[in-house]
């Protein structure tokens, strides 16, 4: 099978070409030339601008791909273009989107008014009415991560567009994806005060009990993959998640233990938490996704079981951390003096 892969080369596209090479798939992976790497057996590049789709069609004609992956559209007018030459070149789409087209991610962002969401939440619950979810400083702060985020996201605008474009087309709702390469390095704050041996980590009492999706990358590719290649995957929408979900507490005492941390986490009520350390949101809504569908119908199991996929993660954080950090983020003193209080 002919796979084009646009936005190919980062954190998510790099296993899931591995993934879909390693079954024989042979792969084109379409993105800009940054940080690109020399194609391997069964891959080839193709360089471009995804906001300029519709300029190389000649040439992603002549790798006549049978399905398309976009990992990285995150626009209705992306969206539109995308469908556009899509119709004219392959029989599949498959589409990431994420767990923010929710209503309960709406909830926890304060833009929905009303009762919390039930949980478990799947794929047919409630999505978001209002379509800018996030904060023009958010939007901001995650572009400087993720540098092709347009100003227009909306993965609902997305979905909208493309699951009504004619084309059979996958969408895949993605969790908090973290494993070795994560730009958000999202277990790195537990890994640094390990590795500054720090004796207690504090949590709020709200962010302590929060559950959010998680998911590790490779699993995550592994899950596209399968999208990729079942029929039956055809016009449907799938959450992609590790289960069960686990609280904060839970998520950072796993990370602690596989890491082999000998200190303690102290609860402490919000008032007497630091500020740094307080959650960005409405704590009560939890996000808990149900991966029920794509375990049922497309058979997916997590390849790299959990213990492993955080010890690889770890390693990595410790030989990567970030450029750049808020040194706020790690304010030891008063960390030092909320826990003299809490004794």
């Not at 399968?226 to 449907?236: H, K, Q």
């Not at 497309?298 to 951390?321: F, H, M, Q, S």
């Amino acid at each position: 099978m002919r796979v084009l892969l646009i936005g190919g080369s980062g954190f998510i596209g790099s296993p899931l070409a591995t993934e879909l090479r390693s079954h024989g798939h042979e792969i084109a992976v379409f993105h800009r030339g940054t940080g690109a790497t020399a194609s391997r057996p069964g891959e080839r590049h193709l360089l471009g601008d995804r906001n300029r789709l519709s300029l190389h069609r000649d040439g992603l004609r002549e790798f006549a791909p049978e399905a398309i992956v976009d990992l990285i559209l995150a626009s209705g007018e992306q969206a539109r273009e995308l469908t556009e030459v899509a119709r004219a070149l392959t029989s599949r789409l498959v589409v990431l989107s994420s767990a923010d087209v929710y209503r309960a991610w709406g909830i926890v962002q304060g833009i929905e008014p009303g009762r919390l969401e039930p949980l478990p939440i799947a794929e047919d619950a409630a999505l978001r009415s209002f379509p800018n979810v996030y904060s023009d400083k958010q939007l901001e702060t995650m572009r400087a991560v993720f540098s092709w985020l347009p100003e227009s996201y909306d993965k609902i605008a997305v979905e909208r567009e493309v699951m009504n474009s004619g084309v059979p087309a996958t969408v895949l709702r993605l969790p908090m994806v973290y494993g070795p390469g994560d730009p958000l390095h999202r277990c790195f704050p537990v890994v640094k005060r390990i590795a500054d041996a720090r004796p207690a980590m504090i949590l709020s009492d709200d962010l302590a009990a929060w559950r959010l999706p998680r998911g590790y990358v490779q699993n995550v590719a592994h899950a596209i993959g399968l999208a990729v290649t079942s029929e039956r995957a055809a016009g449907r929408i799938y959450n992609v998640c590790e289960e069960p979900c686990l609280t904060e507490l839970e998520w950072q005492t796993r990370i602690a233990n596989e890491a082999g941390w000998q200190g303690r986490f102290v609860v402490l009520r919000a008032e007497e938490t630091p500020g740094h350390l307080l959650p960005p949101g409405n704590t009560r809504q939890h996000l808990v996704l149900s991966s029920e569908r794509i375990r049922s119908e497309l058979g997916y199991r997590e390849l790299v079981p959990a213990g492993e996929a955080l010890r690889r993660t770890i390693d990595w954080e410790r030989r990567n951390p970030p450029d750049s950090m808020d040194e706020k983020q790690f304010d030891y003193a008063l960390e030092d003096q909320s826990l003299r209080h809490a004794r």
